[in-house]
T-cell receptor
Framework: GIQVEQSPPDLILQEGANSTLRCNFS?????LQWFHQNPWGQLINLFY???GTKQNGRLSATTVATERYSLLYISSSQTTDSGVYFC??????????????FGEGTQLTVNP | NAGVTQTPKFQVLKTGQSMTLQCAQD?????MSWYRQDPGMGLRLIHY???????DQGEVPNGYNVSRSTTEDFPLRLLSAAPSQTSVYFC?????????????FGNGTRLTVT
C-alpha cells in the first residue's frame, strides 16, 4: 500500500505565528485529505484536496500530486488550532475510493 | 442532520466479554468504515463497507466482525474482548467511494478492556 509520512511530528508555536505542515506519500494519488483532531478527540475534515490549492479562512492546503507531497498552512495561529493534524491518502495506487491510509500526524501546540 | 453518530461514548469490558459498538449516519453515505486509534499512532482501518450487504477487511480486522444490513447502520462487534483491544474507535462515512469524497467521522468510543 501507499506509505504516508508527516513532518514535523511535533510543533510548538506562539499565538500569531505561521506554520507549514508537510505530508509526503510514496505513490500517485487522486485523493488526499487533511484532518484536525482537537484536544477533545474529535476528528474534523479540513480539506479534500487531490491537487491544487484550497483555502478556508486562516488555513490553506496545496497538493503537488506529481511530486507526491501536500502542505497545510496555518496563518496567525490561535490556541484553538492546537491538536493533531493528519493527512490521509488512498490505500492503493489507482483507487480513488475512501479507504484511506493515515499518516502518524503532527502534534501542534499553540501557546498564548 | 446529525452526521455520524456513535454509541456508547465510553465502555469498560472484562476480558472475554462481547459487545457491539453502534454507528449510524443520516447523510445517505455509501461508504462506511471503522478505525481504531492507539496512543502515539495514527488511525488504522479495521473493516469497511462500500454499500449495504457488502463488507471487507481493513488493516487490523482480527477479533472484530461487522455487518451492513442498511445504508444507515454499520455496527462493530467485538467477539471476545482482549486487553489489546483497548483503544478509541472511530466510525467514518463518505458519500461516494468511487470518486473519492470527504470522510466524516463520529465522535469516537473509548473502550477499555480489563
Amino acid at each position: 500500500g501507499i506509505q504516508v509520512e508527516q513532518s514535523p511530528p511535533d510543533l510548538i508555536l506562539q499565538e500569531g505565528a505561521n506554520s507549514t505542515l508537510r505530508c509526503n506519500f510514496s505513490d500517485s494519488v487522486n485523493n488526499l485529505q487533511w484532518f484536525h483532531q482537537n484536544p477533545w478527540g474529535q476528528l474534523i475534515n479540513l480539506f479534500y484536496i487531490p491537487s491544487g490549492t484550497k483555502q478556508n479562512g486562516r488555513l490553506s492546503a496545496t497538493t503537488v500530486a506529481t511530486e507526491r507531497y501536500s502542505l497545510l498552512y496555518i496563518s496567525s495561529s490561535q490556541t484553538t488550532d492546537s491538536g493533531v493534524y493528519f493527512c490521509a491518502v488512498p490505500h492503493m495506487r489507482g483507487t480513488s475510493g475512501s479507504r484511506l491510509t493515515f499518516g502518524e500526524g503532527t502534534q501542534l501546540t499553540v501557546n498564548p | 442532520n446529525a452526521g455520524v453518530t456513535q454509541t456508547p461514548k465510553f465502555q469498560v469490558l472484562k476480558t472475554g466479554q462481547s459487545m457491539t459498538l453502534q454507528c449510524a449516519q443520516d447523510m445517505n453515505h455509501e461508504y462506511m468504515s471503522w478505525y481504531r486509534q492507539d496512543p502515539g499512532m495514527g488511525l488504522r482501518l479495521i473493516h469497511y463497507s462500500v454499500g449495504a450487504g457488502i463488507t471487507d477487511q481493513g488493516e487490523v480486522p482480527n477479533g472484530y466482525n461487522v455487518s451492513r444490513s442498511t445504508t444507515e447502520d454499520f455496527p462493530l462487534r467485538l467477539l471476545s474482548a482482549a486487553p489489546s483491544q483497548t483503544s478509541v474507535y472511530f466510525c467514518a462515512s463518505s458519500f461516494d467511494r468511487r470518486a473519492g469524497s470527504p470522510l466524516h467521522f463520529g465522535n469516537g468510543t473509548r473502550l477499555t478492556v480489563t
